[in-house]
C-alpha cells in the first residue's frame, strides 16, 4: 500500500481526527444520582387517600363531575372551548410542531428548478471582451450527509420541545379547570355566606323593633336602642363587602370561560356541590400525571440533545450537490439536446479556527443542560410539595370542622336561651348582641371551613395532575425519573 505523501496527510489529519472522534458527538449521558426520586408514601397519607372505588375514578380525566354540579360541569366546558390562555398554549404547541417540522426538513434532500439570463463582458466571455448573454434553465439537488448527527439531535430536540409543549397545553388545560372549579366554589360559598348575614340582618331589625318598642315604652334607655342599630349597620356593612367579593369573582369566572364580565352572569344559588374523597394513591403516579412535570423533564431532554449538537458544530460538514438542465446563448437554442449541462459535486466544510464560538457553544449548551436538570429536579419537589400541602389542609380541616360545628351548636344554644331570657327581661341587651354576634361569627367560620375543604379538594386534584386513575404504563415513572442518556 502506497504511503501518502506528507502534504496530502496533513490536508486530510483534520477529517481523520474527525471521524475517530465522531462518537463524541453525542449529548452526554445524565447521572441518575442527580434526578429526583419518588418518596416511597406521603407523609399525610393514610387510608384515606389510598384507596379509590370505582365510581370515582375518571378515566376520561372531567375530574370535576365528581362534585356533582351540572352548572360547574358546563362551566369547565366553556372554559375548555374559548379560554385565551389554553389557545394561547395551543398556538405556541402548533408553533413548536412547524418547528419540528422545519428541522426535520434539513435532513431530506433539497430539490428545486430555475431559470436565470445574464448578460456579460469582460475577459471571461468568448468575443474577448465583447458582452455577450446566457441563459439557463434547470434543477438543482443539495444533500447534507448527517455523518455526526448533529441534524438528528438538533431534530430529537426540536421533537423533545414539542413535547413539552403538548405537556404545557395539558398544564393549561388543568390550570383553567382547577381555576374555574375554584373560583365556582368560592361564589356558591359566598352565596352561602350572604345568605347567613341577611338572615342575621333580619334578627336584627327583628332585635331592634323590639327595642324600640320596649324604649318607647320607658322600660329601657336609648343606649339599647343605638347598640342594636349599630350591630344592624355594620352587620349591613358585611353583607355589602361579601357582595363586592362575589362581583370580583363573577367577573373572574367571565375571564375563564372567556365571557366579558358586563355580559356574564351567574345567579345566586344552593350550595348542593357534593364534596368527594380524592385518593392521593403513591407518590410515584405523581411524576406520570403531572403535565408541568412532565414538561419540564422534556426540557431537560431537550437541553441534553443540544449539547450534542453543540459538541457536532466541531466536525465537518459533508454535502453532495447536483445540477442539471441547458444552458445557451439564443433562447431558440435553449432547450436543445446540445444545450444541455450537468454537474455534480461533494462539499467538505471543516471548521478550523472561530475565535472560541464553538468552545463557547458547547459550554452554553451545558450551562443551558444544568438549569434544566435543576428546574426538573425543583418541579418534582414542587409536585410532591403540593400534594403533602393539600393532603395535610384536607385533614386538618376535617377536624377543624368538626370542631367549628361543636362551636356552632353551641353559638346557636346560647342565643336561643338569651333570646328567650332578654325577651322576658332576665338579662340585658349586651348578653342577647353578644350572643348572636358569637352564633353569626361562628356559623361563617364553619361555612369558611367547609369552602376551605372544597378549594383543597381541587387543590389536591391539581397536585395530582388532573385525575387518579390508574396509570396507562406502570414502569413510566421509573423510566421518567432515570431516562438521563436520550442523546447518548
Not at 406521603?42 to 370515582?56: H, I
Not at 368560592?186 to 352561602?192: F, G, H, Q, Y
Not at 357534593?274 to 403513591?282: F, K, M, N, R
Not at 336561643?416 to 325577651?423: F, Q
Request: aromatic share 6%; charged share 25%.
Amino acid at each position: 500500500m502506497t504511503l501518502l505523501t506528507h502534504p496530502l496527510r496533513t490536508a486530510l489529519a483534520p477529517l481523520v481526527a474527525a471521524l475517530v472522534l465522531a462518537g463524541c458527538a453525542t449529548a452526554p449521558a445524565i447521572d441518575p444520582a442527580a434526578l429526583p426520586s419518588a418518596p416511597a408514601a406521603f407523609k399525610e397519607g393514610d387510608g384515606r387517600w389510598t384507596q379509590a372505588l370505582p365510581t370515582q375514578v375518571q378515566a376520561d380525566g372531567a375530574w370535576w363531575k365528581t362534585f356533582s354540579d351540572p352548572v360547574l360541569d358546563g362551566l369547565v366546558e366553556r372554559a375548555l372551548e374559548r379560554n385565551n390562555s389554553i389557545q394561547i398554549a395551543a398556538a405556541r404547541l402548533a408553533q413548536s410542531r412547524a418547528l419540528l417540522q422545519a428541522t426535520d426538513a434539513q435532513r431530506a434532500p433539497q430539490l428545486g428548478i430555475g431559470a436565470d439570463a445574464t448578460r456579460q463582458g469582460g475577459a471571461i466571455t468568448p468575443a474577448g471582451g465583447g458582452a455577450g448573454k446566457l441563459l439557463r434553465a434547470g434543477a438543482n439537488f443539495s444533500w447534507e450527509l448527517d455523518l455526526f448527527g448533529r441534524l438528528a439531535q438538533a431534530s430529537q430536540a426540536a421533537s423533545l420541545d414539542a413535547r413539552s409543549r403538548e405537556a404545557l397545553l395539558r398544564n393549561a388545560r388543568l390550570v383553567v379547570q382547577a381555576d374555574v372549579a375554584r373560583s365556582y366554589l368560592a361564589l356558591r360559598a359566598l352565596d352561602a355566606e350572604r345568605a347567613l348575614v341577611r338572615e342575621t340582618i333580619g334578627a336584627y331589625r327583628d332585635t331592634l323593633a323590639l327595642t324600640e318598642r320596649r324604649f318607647e315604652a320607658g322600660d329601657i334607655a336609648e343606649l339599647d336602642v343605638a347598640r342594636v342599630r349599630t350591630e344592624l349597620a355594620a352587620t349591613e356593612s358585611d353583607a355589602l363587602a361579601l357582595d363586592r367579593r362575589r362581583a370580583e369573582i363573577e367577573h373572574a369566572l367571565a375571564v375563564l370561560v372567556g365571557d366579558a364580565a358586563s355580559d356574564f352572569r351567574l345567579d345566586s344559588g344552593n350550595w348542593n356541590t357534593a364534596l368527594p374523597v380524592i385518593p392521593a394513591g403513591v407518590p410515584s403516579t405523581v411524576l406520570t400525571r403531572r403535565p408541568d412535570v412532565d414538561a419540564a423533564r422534556q426540557s431537560m431532554l431537550a437541553a441534553q440533545a443540544r449539547v450534542g449538537v453543540a459538541q457536532a458544530a466541531w466536525f465537518p460538514d459533508i454535502a453532495l450537490t447536483g445540477s442539471g438542465g441547458f444552458a445557451s446563448t439564443e433562447l431558440g437554442d435553449l432547450f436543445k439536446w446540445s444545450a444541455r449541462s450537468w454537474g455534480v459535486g461533494a462539499l467538505l466544510s471543516l471548521p478550523i479556527f472561530d475565535g472560541g464560538r464553538r468552545d463557547a457553544g458547547v459550554r452554553s449548551a451545558n450551562a443551558e443542560l444544568d438549569a434544566a436538570l435543576a428546574g426538573y429536579r425543583e418541579q418534582v419537589l414542587v409536585a410532591f410539595k403540593d400534594v403533602e400541602d393539600q393532603l395535610s389542609a384536607l385533614r386538618l380541616l376535617a377536624e377543624q370542622g368538626e370542631a367549628q360545628a361543636r362551636a356552632v351548636t353551641s353559638a346557636s344554644r346560647a342565643t336561643v336561651l338569651s333570646d328567650a331570657r332578654y325577651r322576658n327581661g332576665l338579662v340585658s341587651q349586651l348578653e342577647l348582641l353578644d350572643a348572636r354576634r358569637s352564633e353569626l361569627r361562628n356559623r361563617r367560620e364553619a361555612l369558611q371551613v367547609r369552602s376551605a375543604r372544597y378549594q383543597a379538594t381541587v387543590g389536591l386534584v391539581r397536585a395530582l395532575g388532573g385525575g387518579w386513575e390508574p396509570a396507562d404504563d406502570p414502569a413510566l415513572a421509573g423510566r421518567d425519573a432515570g431516562n438521563g442518556s436520550a442523546g447518548g
